[in-house]
């Protein structure tokens, strides 16, 4: 008698998505902020490295800090040519992603 061949079973499906909370009055997200001009952290990490300073003259490309995650470092880089207005974050601090992190001009 052959070997009767059985299909696996399909995996189990994961967890429904999870809506965000709402943010607190006042939060970060709604402060405005210029698209254009602001530099965000792509990645939740710690700050090691500034790189830049306010006033500044920088190009598109040029580093403005390192980040580090999950024991790698993240150079971050301005993505606007411009004067630097300010840089809202210093080394040692705890930075989640989409927070902005340089102001430019």
Not at 22 to 29: C, E, F, I, S
Not at 68 to 87: F, H, L
Not at 94 to 99: I, R
């Amino acid at each position: 008698m052959s070997p009767v061949r059985v299909p696996a079973p399909p995996p189990p499906a994961g967890p429904a998505p999870v809506a965000a909370p709402p943010l607190a009055p006042g939060g970060a997200a709604s402060l405005p902020v210029n698209e254009g001009k602001v530099c965000r952290s792509p990645i939740s990490g710690i700050v090691v490295r500034v790189t830049a300073q306010p006033g500044q003259q920088i190009q598109v490309g040029d580093g403005v800090l390192v980040l580090e995650a999950m024991k790698m470092e993240t150079d971050i880089t301005a993505p606007v040519a411009g004067k630097i207005r300010s840089i809202n974050v210093n080394v040692g601090d705890s930075v989640q992603g989409g927070q902005v992190l340089v102001e430019f001009e």
